[in-house]
Each structure stands twice: as structure tokens, then as C-alpha cells.
């Protein structure tokens, strides 16, 4: 399966608040708020304003956290992405 890219929520769309373990995020686009655990949070932040796809993601997180092979998340963070889309918060670039 190819990589797909995604591109983030204009700035200023989402509002980001953590509540302990949880993360609250506001999309001021749909209404909804919605209750994410890690790695959400860190999955959005590290998206920034530019499209990626879960390589591009993994060597952004890589230099943040220590992942012995960055190879390794990228399953991992391609099924995040599609949760994230599924939820409004991403979209298909």
C-alpha cells in the first residue's frame, strides 16, 4: 500500500488542551471535540503547516523521542494518520 500524505488542520482550526493523560481537541471547523491519548497530540504537533505521509512523520518524531529505527513506527503512524483523517483532524493531501 502506497504512503498516502496528509496535510494538517489550518492553523487556528483546532484547540489543543491536555487534560492529564487525555488530550482535548476542539475542531472550531465541525464542533466536535474529541479525547485523544498519545501519540495524537505529538502526531499533530509534529505535522506542522507542511504535508507529510508516516515516513516524512517518523523522521520528524524521530528527532524528538528515541525510536531505534524509525522504519519500525511507520505502520504504526500510516494507521494513526488514517484514524486522525477519520476523525476530521487530518485530511488527504
Known amino acids: 500500500m502506497a504512503d498516502r500524505a496528509y496535510r494538517a488542520a489550518p ?7 491536555p487534560l492529564g493523560e487525555l488530550t482535548a481537541i476542539f475542531d ?3 464542533m466536535q471535540t474529541h479525547l485523544v491519548v498519545a501519540p495524537m ?12 505521509n508516516a515516513a516524512d512523520l ?10 531505534d529505527n524509525a522504519d519500525d513506527v511507520q505502520p504504526i503512524l ?9 476523525m476530521g483532524l ?4
Open 58 to 67: 517518523a523522521a520528524r518524531l524521530a528527532a524528538a523521542f528515541d525510536f
Open 11 to 17: 492553523a487556528g482550526a483546532l484547540r489543543v488542551e
Open 28 to 30: 472550531r471547523r465541525s
Open 41 to 52: 497530540p505529538e502526531i499533530l504537533a509534529a505535522m506542522g503547516a507542511e504535508t507529510c
Open 78 to 86: 500510516a494507521e494513526r494518520l488514517a484514524e486522525l483523517a477519520a
Open 90 to 93: 487530518v485530511e488527504r493531501a
